[in-house]
């Protein structure tokens, strides 16, 4: 399975590339998507704000937004995972590429103990993995698109899907056998 790794110097590429891997797939690393019709992973280590100028600038965000658009496979992974929601509060307001209706919002919104939220947190579906933000997207009332929930003073969102596209809070590449097999979900999804 070929997997496009996106580069637009915002990742921890090295290691979710050795995870993506480790889960089956051929990992290719690329600042644009190209003619790439296939998986997209969009990571993301940093501000909101920061990662949508990145795109912007490249070029890779018009590439994002057609893959998207064609409901092809893509996942987002932490901040990639907040790109994916309309919008965030981080440095002010940020428009995302709204793949999933919501806000992103800082930690301390909904009373999180600590932020940053680094560390192991048990998931509603009785898996654990490992996170590292300071925002996040609260649970909405009845949202079917939400896959499962961590609960940090208040309960938001660690994975969403919606067709081919998925998202993950926490990161899956830091998270033992539990994350590679989330990848290795998507891979065959």
């Not at 440095?91 to 590429?97: D, E, K, P």
């Not at 579906?125 to 009845?142: C, E, I, L, T």
Request: proline share 5%.
């Amino acid at each position: 399975m070929d997997v496009l790794l996106l580069d637009y110097g915002m990742g921890n590429l090295r290691s979710v590339q050795r995870a993506l891997e480790a889960a089956g797939a051929r990992v290719h690393r690329a600042e644009r998507l190209g003619a790439h019709t296939g998986r997209v992973v969009l990571p993301g280590v940093g501000a909101f704000a920061q990662a949508c100028a990145r795109l912007r600038t490249s070029g890779a965000w018009d590439d994002v937004a057609a893959h998207l658009a064609a409901e092809r496979p893509l996942l987002g992974i932490c901040l990639g995972m907040q790109l994916l929601f309309e919008s965030s509060e981080e440095h002010g307001h940020s428009a995302g590429f709204g793949a999933f209706p919501g806000h992103v919002a800082h930690l301390s919104t909904q009373g999180a103990p600590t932020v940053p939220n680094m560390g192991w947190h048990r998931l509603d579906d009785g898996s654990w993995a490992y996170f590292a933000h300071s925002f996040g997207v609260p649970v909405p009332d009845g949202a079917a698109w939400v896959r499962s929930r961590v609960t940090h003073g208040g309960r938001w969102v660690a994975a969403a899907e919606r067709g081919p596209i998925h998202a993950l809070q926490f990161h899956p590449e830091k998270s033992g056998a539990g994350g590679i097999a989330r990848l290795k979900e998507w891979l065959v999804c």
